[in-house]
């Protein structure tokens, strides 16, 4: 079968049944593949009503970029088994063919090489969530805020994410001198992102508190005054300065995607593909 509208796939889906297992593919609007999965009924239709969800995955927010241009998802299903071990092992080979995104082989947003569910995750998609969310793990919470920010950031002489409890934090304010986007700036509101699970786009509402690794971490009093004075965001003030947030500009938004490798965002779930 060719890609086909959901009225279409729809009318495929009675013609074989609710018992068969089949292979299926979604595709964004120019025609490129973004998905494969196996299953049978109308498993190819629950991603969209993931997408409705919470949850931050290159693939839902795929499918919310195609909803928010207008668009619609094509569907095709590729192959129809009787045996689901067979079903299972076409997935595999056309994940294979045409290559997933997060290790740089396709357009795929899979996280798995397929076959296993979502329990296969290769060692490349863990380092890159790992390094995403979390970084390795490391003794005390200096360490853990360290190595969690220097993935997105390596080229700083200190690190503007602190530990909460060991931090004397002052409400936020803009620098009185000029200053200019660096990444430095962007990479600590990146990083609250990553942590608190914020879609970065603008008027994105960024906490200046974070938890990594159970470690409750804050944006530092330096960084927060620059990131303000430059104009990557305006700040929502609150009693408690731990409490503080940033709404994103579209200078802070355009300055994330010009420092930061838009890979590691995207595969973070923080961020919108361009279709």
């Given at each position: 079968m060719g890609v086909l509208t959901k009225a279409e796939a729809e009318e495929a889906l009675a013609q074989i049944g609710r018992e068969v297992f089949y292979v299926y593919l979604l595709y964004r609007p120019d025609g490129t593949p973004f998905y494969v999965g196996k299953g049978r009924g109308r498993r190819i239709f629950h991603h969209e009503r993931e997408a409705l969800g919470l949850g931050r995955t290159h693939k839902l927010n795929t499918i919310r970029a195609v909803t928010r241009a207008g668009a619609t998802i094509g569907y095709r299903i590729h192959q129809v088994f009787e045996r689901e071990a067979e079903c299972l092992g076409h997935e595999i080979e056309l994940i294979r063919t045409f290559g997933r995104h997060d290790l740089g082989t396709g357009p795929l947003t899979n996280l798995t090489d397929g076959g296993e569910g979502t329990s296969g995750l290769s060692e490349e998609t863990l380092r890159r969530i790992d390094a995403a969310l979390h970084g390795p793990d490391a003794p005390g919470e200096r360490g853990?805020?360290?190595?969690?920010?220097?993935?997105?950031?390596?080229?700083?002489?200190?690190?503007?994410?602190?530990?909460?409890?060991?931090?004397?934090?002052?409400?936020?304010?803009?620098?009185?001198?000029?200053?200019?986007?660096?990444?430095?700036?962007?990479?600590?509101?990146?990083?609250?992102?990553?942590?608190?699970?914020?879609?970065?786009?603008?008027?994105?509402?960024?906490?200046?508190?974070?938890?990594?690794?159970?470690?409750?971490?804050?944006?530092?009093?330096?960084?927060?005054?620059?990131?303000?004075?430059?104009?990557?965001?305006?700040?929502?003030?609150?009693?408690?300065?731990?409490?503080?947030?940033?709404?994103?500009?579209?200078?802070?938004?355009?300055?994330?995607?010009?420092?930061?490798?838009?890979a590691t965002l995207l595969s973070a779930g923080v961020l919108l593909p361009h279709l």
């Open positions: 853990i805020a360290n190595r969690f920010f220097l993935r997105l950031c390596e080229e700083v002489s200190s690190v503007p994410v602190r530990p909460l409890a060991t931090t004397l934090l002052a409400h936020s304010a803009p620098h009185r001198g000029p200053r200019k986007p660096s990444k430095r700036m962007v990479a600590a509101l990146a990083a609250s992102a990553i942590a608190n699970r914020v879609l970065i786009e603008p008027r994105a509402v960024i906490p200046r508190k974070l938890v990594v690794e159970d470690a409750p971490m804050v944006i530092e009093n330096g960084v927060a005054s620059d990131l303000l004075r430059a104009g990557l965001a305006q700040l929502i003030g609150a009693a408690n300065p731990g409490d503080e947030s940033f709404l994103l500009s579209s200078v802070g938004y355009e300055a994330i995607l010009t420092f930061l490798d838009q």
